[in-house]
């Protein structure tokens, strides 16, 4: 894709999701499901929902190729 991992968001679900994520260098947002809720990994993320109903990207200009 050409991007970074600083210039990604990983939209996870579990504490491994998470962990993955950060490991990779990218912004984390966790939707953890009831079985994943709990674990500690989860709360490690820059952004925690409890679902995405509300949840919106700002629209930035695209890069020139």
Partial sequence: LGVSPAGCLAVEDSGPGVASALAAGM???AVPD???AQDPSIRR???L????THFRIPQTPRRAQ
């Fill in 49 to 52: 929902l409890s679902d995405l």
């Fill in 34 to 36: 009831a079985e994943h």
């Fill in 45 to 47: 993320a820059h952004i």
């Fill in 27 to 29: 912004t984390v947002v």
